[in-house]
T-cell receptor, first 112, second 116 residues
Framework: NAGVTQTPKFQVLKTGQSMTLQCAQDMNHEYMSWYRQDPGMGLRLIHYSVGAGITDQGEVPNGYNVSRSTTEDFPLRLLSAAPSQTSVYFC???????????FGQGTRLTVV | GDSVTQMEGPVTLSEEAFLTINCTYTATGYPSLFWYVQYPGEGLQLLLKATKADDKGSNKGFEATYRKETTSFHLEKGSVQVSDSAVYFCALRAPGSGGSNYKLTFGKGTLLTVNP
């Protein structure tokens, strides 16, 4: 009964380093998305995918890349980390566009 | 564009007090409305939802009614418990079935602390 699994839970990066945040779901959901959560800002959509091979940008996509080669996985890549990317990142999935979104437990990223 | 405004926190209540967290929205058409809850150290969980005007969502003693005339979706609970301490987010999803309608637009969140 895993649901949405994110790894790692915590990460510290130096400015300019790259890394990939992993997200996997075992519910056979077509829709997956990445949000960032910042104090006083709520959650903002970074990128989303409506199925394997299909991705699109959300409201804050700059500095992030995604791909969706399988239904289960939706990794988020930071190519050159910046302090402004310090945040908590949440992955979410849902069966269809207007059904419940299930969230992972989050990855807390600090860029120094 | 779409937006959600919810009352600023933090909100501190004593156990068994009545809770209201206000939420208003701006969107075209009839969006779906949601309340999510985030317990400390965890991800967001759907608390309740409403998909059309005058619908009432309810779960775990919490209720919210979709009011189109006032563009509101206020969260209420008659008697809060210490275990309700969490951050509560109001959110909307624009109407339609296309991929671009997948986005959830969130309010900034309201931290609720319930003291024994």
């Amino acid at each position: 009964n895993a649901g949405v699994t994110q790894t790692p839970k915590f990460q510290v990066l130096k400015t300019g380093q790259s890394m990939t945040l992993q997200c996997a779901q075992d519910m056979n959901h077509e829709y997956m998305s990445w949000y960032r959560q910042d104090p006083g800002m709520g959650l903002r959509l970074i990128h989303y995918s409506v199925g394997a091979g299909i991705t699109d940008q959300g409201e804050v996509p700059n500095g992030y890349n995604v791909s969706r080669s399988t239904t289960e996985d939706f990794p988020l890549r930071l190519l050159s980390a910046a302090p402004s990317q310090t945040s908590v990142y949440f992955c979410a999935s849902s069966y269809a566009v207007n059904t419940e979104a299930f969230f992972g437990q989050g990855t807390r990223l600090t860029v120094v | 564009g779409d937006s959600v405004t919810q009352m600023e926190g933090p909100v501190t209540l004593s156990e068994e007090a009545f809770l209201t967290i206000n939420c208003t929205y701006t969107a075209t058409g009839y969006p779906s409305l949601f309340w999510y809850v985030q317990y400390p150290g965890e991800g967001l969980q759907l608390l309740l939802k409403a998909t059309k005007a005058d619908d009432k969502g309810s779960n775990k003693g919490f209720e919210a009614t979709y009011r189109k005339e006032t563009t509101s979706f206020h969260l209420e609970k008659g008697s809060v418990q210490v275990s309700d301490s969490a951050v509560y987010f109001c959110a909307l999803r624009a109407p339609g079935s296309g991929g671009s309608n997948y986005k959830l637009t969130f309010g900034k969140g309201t931290l609720l602390t319930v003291n024994p």
